[in-house]
């Protein structure tokens, strides 16, 4: 079940004028087709219903983070390819606008605001985190390496067996390609993480 996100499909992405539905449905098709797989094939090694990748690969439904992020893992490629074009231009993200992805597990919402390129693999995303169940994320691509900035409030996080607690101005780095979990300790919890892919 997927946990609708106000906006999630309004609004257009800065670096290509389409919504990010239709920007997430363009890379599915486009990606598939550049791995050999068919869509039963994909959604398998995602662990996805069939009938949900076809409803994103025609542009509709209103995936979850894990949604993606499982995709992604399954096609060997980073999660921002999904969701984002790289983009040369001067480009503002304002606090609190951006296309948002929420979590299925926790009152988690992420907005990408720079997608790395071929020379430059990494990516960045402002998260908001809430107080309650954490969020168990799964391993992502091997070589994957996560650096997370606290801005306000108390996080936990790090490897599932290793988490760590960090207060506001504290850095932490980790391997992301084993699963990890965040788990906000004060509401209003704000961090921006910096996803490395090798």
Do not use: C
Not at 45 to 63: F, H, Y
Not at 83 to 97: D, L, M, Y
Not at 173 to 190: M, N, S
């Amino acid at each position: 079940m997927h946990r609708t996100t106000p906006g999630a499909a309004t609004g257009a992405s800065p670096a290509t004028g389409a919504s990010p539905v239709a920007v997430l449905a363009a890379a599915l098709r486009r990606e598939r087709d550049r791995a050999g797989l068919s869509l039963t094939e994909l959604a398998r090694r995602a662990g996805i219903a069939k009938s949900t990748l076809s409803q994103l690969e025609a542009g509709a439904g209103n995936p979850s983070i894990e949604t993606v992020w499982a995709l992604g893992v399954a096609l060997d490629i980073p999660f921002s390819r999904l969701v984002e074009q790289p983009t040369t231009e001067v480009r503002v993200i304002r606090a609190g606008a951006g296309p948002r992805l929420r979590s299925e597990q926790a009152d988690v919402a992420a907005v990408l605001l720079a997608a790395g390129g071929a020379q430059h693999r990494r990516d960045i995303y402002r998260m908001e985190i809430e107080p309650g169940t954490g969020r168990e994320a799964q391993a992502h691509t091997p070589g994957s390496v996560e650096h997370l900035v606290v801005g306000t409030g108390r996080l936990r996080t790090g490897p599932v067996d290793a988490t760590v607690e960090l207060g506001p101005g504290d850095y932490v780095t980790f391997p992301g390609d084993v699963p990890h979990r965040y788990e906000a300790l004060a509401p209003g919890t704000v961090v921006v993480l910096i996803m490395e892919h090798p």
